[in-house]
């Protein structure tokens, strides 16, 4: 028995090597694309700039671009619905009135050719470009503009919505939002949300928005199949004279790494946006180019801070939890060279991230806790969101380092629900994990403003709300950096925060794809420069 | 004059677990055109593997692995156990009635099918054809209304109708021989009669031979006109019915016939041979039958397992060293 | 029989209120709330104001106490409304008919596919038995039962989509659009599927086969003189695919299990891929109404099933 038993193991190994080795010396051509790509990996900097081999060549025209992105919306052209990813899904058909401008510099003109802020009088005013058409071929106008921001209004999906008082059609290009307050988040807001065309939406209803989209950009939406891709075709009658360079863009929505991984070395697709860690670090060694953004998302440890009885409203301990931690030695371990450790809320390369507060040293954190009374340790728990395989990796490393000089932590690995609810919107225990990503006055607002998200744990105390309401009057985007960076010193300096590392924001792609997405920080696609090698 | 079957010194042996098992060791017997046969035996002597040996259906992990069995003239053990010759002679030329009434005939096949496929397989009869003649058949074995329920489930039918079915099937292709195999030990004993009553009636009609297989000598005593005693895979003795009736010599023969109710024995008990079988994996080199012998003697334990030997009365054989007929005749009555 | 398939009917329609009951209120009972969790997506929670965030509540009835909602989604539900997707913001019955036919494409494809080879491979090996093929049988489908769907998958991309490239790696075409591509793109997917099918098919095949075949009545037939053929095919299949069609039943609800990782992998637009994603938006209404279908299906199939078993053996009454 024992006998045939091992007879069928040693078949069924032969049988699978078998299946291997056939597959292997069917045909040994891989994709192999060209050059120089480890250098943008283990680039050291992050703060833009690591493209320049685009400026080599010469843009060519024609060819599909086939890119694989982890999940679609759940609508493509309606102007409110269809989730997080409809925005990165309508890149190559959708604009906005302004562009952001590479390297987190602020905004550029794109569909309005100049625009008026006054804080005087309250009005914002963007002057449009002429001769604008929508793919249905219905002109973008004034009109137009106010139509969608007053749809985007009614479905309540405009921020600062109360701090509108009316939209002006002043003549057929020009349209003024007057206000009855000011911040200056609001230009950064409203100026990149995407335009639809009215006509198409008046006309088809809002049910065939979710299925198609009319908007201005350098493709036309061909076919969009909920999880399945979108296609896209060249818009011959796009505004920028001679772009696009591409005839068609597919996206293709591949929710397994793995798969996609497959996709790219079968050469299925060209440029892949989602690669985790491990994929993106074998895909590198593989000969496939490698793009990180200057954007991201960093990781960051959270103590309750608000709860009268969190032993966290201790200072100490939470220097304590910094002090703990080998950040270096955590990056590595779980970003495969592409993560790196942070020293504040934002990444290094961020107003505010250059100053280090505090760095590893076990001992003092375990003196901290002496300090604070904690001689025998203390029982925390830590709450984290559950990852691959039912687990959460850095919460299971950060446990690890505070175990060590005297905590006694539990974990919670929460779903998707609850940890919402308890972290992002409620009263967490001790410590959570959390993945945020601040890298403006305006994503500063989101997360760490006084109605930000977090709001039931994290205290923001008086000082810092007055920090923030002073900022958002800010005029000029060096005094905005100024006062982000100060915000984030004082955070950093109460350890109001913990932060761990920061996740670059990257690409993959075959060597031949020439674009610069993300020194726009995936908030815009020119997809009218891309353009593909023979 | 030659025998329309004859079977020479068969031997199946069973591959056990426990060893090789002989089921049948060394049997001979045979069958005269038109003529009716007993094969009697206890339970597990190999009865019915001797049957299953005629008709090459030794399934694995038995083989047949000597003798002969010639079928007019011809030693049809050589032929291939799924070629042509033999199939033809399967069903054919020699059918077989099972001992199970109740799970001999398919459960998921209508009677027609059932009978019709060896219609139409051996007398090449084409499906009308063949169904009525099936009809026919089921008349003649006495199924009430056979029109109507020949389109029926086997399991619509009594176990006694079921036989009757049976032995349609078996004579279906008029054959040489019919081998009916513990036919009625299933069935109650009003029904037993009715059914060798038939299956008499039927071989007489359809000029067939028939080997009736049982454990009960009661059976065949009216029937049959020679009978086969077997015991643990062997003959021990053979004759004419009124020789093995009137003259039994073999202790085992003695003892059936002690266990079966007979007219002229009435009135007193029935005695039923003491001890088991043997276990045919590892049989002694002496007689089989010695353990449960109440004639054994020193000789039997010290001699080999005697032959078969020719004594007094027509074609009377006998498988034992004592001579019962001088030794005891009291024992039979 | 119509009496007794109207039975079957009617307590099919009470396991399908105990499903509904389950399911509705178990993924009540999990912590979280859809609407957050949709919201978040969004990035809507702070820019949204209460009110309009509370009219959310409203609109999808999740303000009322959760018997009302029980009550309404049941009401709704025999009108024919399937109810509101949370995420999708469309309504779901709309949102099945564009993921079920998917699924029943692939799955029913893998079905059909595991079906025929698994019967015929445990046939094959039953009436070779302990030759080659019977242990190649047997060693292939203790793999195939083995091995991991999702493992199986990866092996089965990596050799015909990256190495061969003969197939494509993801995706699916519908079959009236193209139906070539369509097929190829369906390969992968039914293999994965239909492997342990066929595995688990053959298996129960070959020992359903060597049963039979040691019947009495198989030795009635062998008995008649009819070839080897004839009485596979007459007197053993038929009784051997008896015990396979219970076995089919319950195929039907591992095809939907199965499709949940199959759908994942290979990016194709099914109930399973709604069904994750709905799991983990905790869009109660998308999941309510998967698990409805699939409870009508399986109870459907089932009876399909039990009524085929009176076709396959006449000793079954349905009375
Ligand atoms: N397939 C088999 N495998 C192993 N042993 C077998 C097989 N078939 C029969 N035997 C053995 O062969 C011997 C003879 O069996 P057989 O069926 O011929 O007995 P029988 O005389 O017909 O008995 P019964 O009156 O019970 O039918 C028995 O001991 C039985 O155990
Ligand atoms: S040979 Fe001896 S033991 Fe055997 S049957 Fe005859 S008397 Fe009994
Ligand atoms: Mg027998």
Same mark, same amino acid.
């Given at each position: 028995m024992s006998k045939k038993k091992y007879v069928w193991l040693v078949c069924m190994f032969l049988i699978m090597i078998a299946l291997l080795v056939a597959g292997c010396s069917g045909n040994n051509k891989e994709t192999t694309p060209n050059n120089e790509n480890e250098k943008d990996l283990n680039?050291?900097?992050?703060?833009?700039?690591?493209?320049?081999?685009?400026?080599?060549d010469e843009p060519v025209y024609g060819g599909t671009l086939r890119v694989i992105v982890a999940s679609?919306?759940?609508?493509?052209?309606?102007?409110?619905?269809?989730?997080?990813?409809?925005?990165?899904?309508?890149?190559?058909?959708?604009?906005?009135?302004?562009?952001?401008?590479?390297?987190?510099?602020?905004?550029?003109?794109?569909?309005?050719?100049?625009?008026?802020?006054?804080?005087?009088?309250?009005?914002?005013?963007?002057?449009?470009?002429?001769?604008?058409?929508?793919?249905?071929?219905?002109?973008?106008?004034?009109?137009?503009?106010?139509?969608?921001?007053?749809?985007?209004?009614?479905?309540?999906?405009?921020?600062?919505?109360?701090?509108?008082?009316?939209?002006?059609?002043?003549?057929?290009?020009?349209?003024?939002?007057?206000? %009855?307050?000011?911040?200056?988040?609001?230009?950064?807001?409203?100026?990149?949300?995407?335009?639809?065309?009215?006509?198409?939406?008046?006309? %088809?209803?809002?049910?065939?928005?979710?299925?198609?989209?009319?908007?201005?950009?350098?493709?036309?939406?061909?076919?969009?199949?909920?999880?399945?891709?979108?296609?896209?075709?060249?818009?011959?009658?796009?505004?920028?004279?001679?772009?696009?360079?591409l005839d068609r863009v597919e996206y293709y929505y591949i929710p397994e790494q793995s798969t996609a991984s497959m996709m790219m070395e079968a050469g299925e697709a060209d440029i892949w946006t989602a690669a985790d860690a491990l994929n993106t670090s074998r895909l590198a060694e593989k000969g496939f180019v490698v793009q990180k953004s200057w954007a991201g998302q960093e990781t960051v440890i959270i103590p309750n801070t608000l709860d009268p009885?969190?032993?966290?409203?201790?200072?100490?301990?939470?220097?304590?939890?910094?002090?703990?931690?080998?950040?270096?030695?955590?990056?590595?371990?779980?970003?495969?060279?592409?993560?790196?450790?942070?020293?504040?809320?934002?990444?290094r390369g961020m107003p505010g991230g250059d100053k280090q507060f505090r760095?590893?040293?076990?001992?003092?954190?375990?003196?901290?806790?002496?300090?604070?009374?904690?001689?025998?340790?203390?029982?925390?728990?830590?709450?984290?969101?559950?990852?691959?395989?039912?687990?959460?990796?850095?919460?299971?490393?950060?446990?690890?380092?505070?175990?060590?000089?005297?905590?006694?932590?539990?974990?919670?690995?929460?779903?998707?629900?609850?940890?919402?609810?308890?972290?992002?919107?409620?009263?967490?225990?001790?410590?959570?994990?959390?993945?945020?990503?601040?890298?403006?006055?305006?994503?500063?607002?989101?997360?760490?403003?006084?109605q930000g998200i977090f709001v039931g744990g994290l205290r923001r105390p008086d000082e810092f709300v007055d920090m923030f309401r002073a900022s958002l009057q800010l005029r000029t985007k060096a005094e905005q950096d100024q006062a982000m960076a100060e915000m984030v010193h004082f955070i950093a300096e109460e350890a109001l925060v913990i932060p761990v590392y920061h996740e670059p924001v990257r690409l993959i792609h075959n060597g031949k794809v020439h674009t610069d997405y993300l020194r726009q920080g995936q908030g815009r696609w020119k997809f009218n420069e891309v353009w593909i090698e023979k | 004059m030659e025998r329309l079957l004859e079977v020479k010194d068969l031997k199946t042996y069973f591959n056990t677990d426990d060893g090789l098992l002989k089921a049948v060791d060394g049997v001979s017997f045979y069958v005269d055109e038109q003529e009716i046969i007993g094969v009697v035996g206890e339970s597990g002597c190999g009865k019915t593997v001797t049957q299953l040996s005629v008709m090459q259906l030794i399934a694995r992990p038995g083989k047949i692995v000597g003798g002969e !069995?010639?079928?007019? &003239?011809?030693?049809?053990?050589?032929?291939?156990?799924?070629?042509?010759?033999?199939?033809?002679?399967? &069903?054919?030329?020699?059918?077989?009635?099972?001992?199970?009434?109740?799970?001999?005939?398919?459960?998921?096949?209508?009677?027609?099918?059932?009978?019709?496929?060896?219609?139409?397989?051996?007398?090449?009869?084409?499906?009308?054809?063949?169904?009525?003649?099936?009809?026919?058949?089921?008349?003649?074995? &006495?199924?009430?209304?056979?029109?109507?329920?020949?389109?029926?489930?086997?399991?619509?039918?009594?176990?006694?109708?079921?036989?009757?079915?049976?032995?349609?099937?078996?004579?279906?292709?008029?054959?040489?021989?019919?081998?009916?195999?513990?036919?009625?030990?299933?069935?109650?004993?009003?029904?037993?009669?009715?059914?060798?009553?038939?299956?008499?009636?039927?071989?007489?009609?359809?000029?067939?031979?028939?080997?009736?297989?049982?454990?009960?000598?009661?059976?065949?005593?009216?029937?049959?006109?020679?009978?086969?005693?077997?015991?643990?895979?062997?003959?021990?003795?053979?004759?004419?019915?009124?020789?093995?009736?009137?003259?039994?010599?073999?202790?085992?023969?003695?003892?059936?016939?002690?266990?079966?109710?007979?007219?002229?024995?009435?009135?007193?008990?029935? !005695?039923?041979?003491?001890?088991?079988?043997?276990?045919?994996?590892?049989?002694?080199?002496?007689?089989?039958?010695?353990?449960?012998?109440?004639?054994?003697?020193?000789?039997?334990?010290?001699?080999?397992?005697?032959?078969?030997?020719?004594?007094?009365?027509?074609?009377?054989?006998?498988?034992?060293? !004592?001579?019962?007929?001088?030794?005891?005749?009291?024992?039979?009555? | 029989m119509l009496s007794y398939i109207v039975r079957r009917l009617l307590w099919g329609l009470v396991i399908i209120w105990l499903v509904t009951l389950i399911v509705f209120f178990v993924i009540r009972l999990l912590p979280?709330?859809?609407?957050?969790?949709?919201?978040?997506?969004?990035?809507?929670?702070?820019?949204?104001?209460?009110?309009?965030?509370?009219?959310?509540?409203?609109?999808?009835?999740?303000?009322?106490? /959760?018997?009302?909602?029980?009550?309404?989604?049941?009401?709704?539900?025999?009108?024919?409304?399937?109810?509101?997707? /949370?995420?999708?913001?469309?309504?779901?019955?709309? +949102?099945? +008919?564009?993921? +079920?036919?998917?699924? +029943?494409?692939?799955?029913?494809?893998?079905?059909?596919?595991?079906?025929?080879?698994g019967v015929l491979v445990g046939l094959i090996a039953a009436m070779r038995r302990a030759s080659w093929i019977d242990n190649v049988v047997t060693i292939i489908s203790y793999t195939g039962i083995a091995i991991p769907v999702f493992w199986l998958a990866y092996i089965l991309i990596y050799v015909f989509g990256l190495r061969l490239k003969w197939l494509p790696i993801a995706g699916y075409v519908s079959p009236f659009e193209d139906f070539w591509l369509s097929t190829k793109h369906l390969i992968m997917p039914v293999i994965c599927i239909s492997l342990p099918g066929i595995a688990a098919t053959a298996r129960q095949m070959r020992s359903s086969v060597l049963e039979i075949a040691s019947q009495d009545y198989v030795r009635t037939a062998w008995s008649k003189g009819l070839a080897e053929k004839a009485v596979v095919c007459r007197h053993i299949l038929k009784n051997s695919l008896i015990p396979i069609i219970t076995l089919l039943g319950m195929r039907i609800g591992f095809i939907f299990g199965g499709s949940v990782i199959v759908e994942n992998i290979f990016a194709i637009p099914g109930m399973g891929r709604l069904l994750v994603g709905s799991i983990f938006a905790q869009d109660y209404v998308v999941i309510q109404a998967n698990a409805l279908i699939m409870a009508v299906i399986i109870i459907l199939s089932n009876l399909l099933v039990d009524i085929s078993y009176g076709w396959f053996d006449p000793r079954i009454r349905y009375d």
């Open positions: 680039l050291p900097g992050n703060n833009g700039s690591n493209n320049e081999e685009i400026t080599a679609g919306p759940t609508a493509i052209g309606h102007p409110t619905e269809g989730g997080v990813a409809r925005i990165a899904a309508g890149f190559p058909g959708v604009e906005s009135l302004l562009g952001l401008m590479d390297d987190n510099q602020g905004l550029e003109p794109l569909l309005a050719e100049s625009w008026l802020e006054d804080p005087d009088n309250m009005t914002i005013t963007f002057k449009l470009r002429e001769g604008v058409k929508f793919h249905d071929g219905s002109e973008l106008t004034a009109e137009v503009v106010k139509w969608n921001f007053e749809f985007f209004k009614s479905k309540s999906r405009l921020r600062y919505v109360d701090y509108l008082d009316e939209i002006e059609v002043k003549d057929k290009y020009t349209v003024v939002f007057h206000l %009855n307050n000011w911040v200056n988040l609001i230009l950064g807001e409203w100026s990149v949300m995407g335009l639809y065309s009215q006509k198409a939406i008046e006309e %088809n209803g809002e049910d065939w928005a979710y299925t198609h989209l009319v908007g201005t950009g350098p493709f036309k939406l061909e076919k969009f199949t909920r999880d399945v891709g979108a296609n896209w075709i060249k818009n011959e009658d796009y505004w920028q004279e001679g772009q696009p360079y009885n969190s032993p966290f409203q201790d200072k100490r301990l939470r220097e304590a939890v910094e002090y703990a931690l080998d950040k270096q030695a955590l990056a590595a371990a779980l970003g495969y060279g592409l993560f790196e450790p942070i020293d504040t809320i934002v990444s760095s590893y040293d076990p001992e003092k954190a375990r003196q901290l806790l002496q300090e604070a009374g904690y001689t025998d340790g203390l029982p925390i728990s830590i709450i984290a969101q559950v990852g691959s395989g039912g687990r959460n990796e850095i919460a299971e490393a950060v446990a690890g380092y505070l175990n060590e000089v005297g905590f006694k932590v539990e974990l919670d690995i929460a779903d998707a629900g609850r940890f919402l609810e308890e972290v992002w919107n409620g009263n967490w225990k001790d410590l959570a994990v959390a993945v945020t990503a601040t890298t403006n006055l305006a994503s500063m607002h989101i997360w760490w403003g006084p | !069995v010639i079928f007019e &003239g011809r030693d049809i053990l050589k032929y291939k156990p799924h070629g042509e010759e033999m199939r033809a002679i399967r &069903g054919g030329k020699i059918a077989m009635i099972f001992q199970e009434p109740m799970t001999s005939l398919n459960p998921v096949l209508t009677l027609n099918q059932q009978l019709s496929e060896s219609l139409m397989l051996h007398l090449k009869m084409n499906k009308e054809d063949a169904r009525k003649r099936a009809i026919e058949l089921l008349r003649l074995v &006495g199924i009430p209304s056979p029109e109507a329920r020949i389109d029926d489930y086997p399991h619509q039918f009594s176990g006694g109708m079921r036989q009757r079915v049976m032995i349609a099937m078996g004579l279906s292709c008029n054959p040489k021989i019919l081998i009916a195999d513990e036919p009625t030990t299933a069935l109650d004993v009003t029904t037993q009669a009715q059914l060798l009553e038939l299956m008499t009636e039927m071989v007489e009609r359809f000029r067939s031979s028939l080997i009736i297989v049982t454990h009960n000598l009661g059976v065949v005593a009216r029937y049959a006109k020679r009978i086969y005693i077997m015991y643990a895979g062997k003959i021990v003795e053979e004759g004419t019915c009124k020789e093995i009736f009137k003259h039994p010599r073999h202790p085992y023969t003695i003892g059936l016939l002690n266990s079966v109710p007979r007219l002229d024995t009435v009135g007193k008990r029935l !005695v039923p041979i003491e001890g088991l079988p043997p276990n045919l994996t590892n049989m002694p080199d002496y007689c089989a039958f010695l353990p449960r012998c109440p004639y054994k003697t020193e000789k039997c334990r010290t001699s080999p397992m005697p032959d078969l030997r020719d004594v007094p009365g027509e074609g009377h054989r006998v498988r034992c060293y !004592v001579d019962i007929a001088e030794v005891d005749n009291v024992t039979v009555k | 979280g709330d859809p609407l957050l969790i949709y919201l978040a997506q969004n990035q809507d929670i702070n820019s949204m104001p209460r009110e309009q965030i509370d009219a959310l509540y409203r609109e999808y009835g999740l303000d009322k106490p /959760i018997l009302v909602q029980y009550a309404n989604w049941v009401f709704n539900l025999l009108r024919g409304d399937l109810g509101l997707s /949370i995420t999708y913001r469309q309504n779901v019955g709309k +949102l099945m +008919l564009e993921r +079920l036919p998917v699924t +029943l494409h692939v799955g029913m494809t893998g079905f059909i596919v595991s079906l025929v080879p």
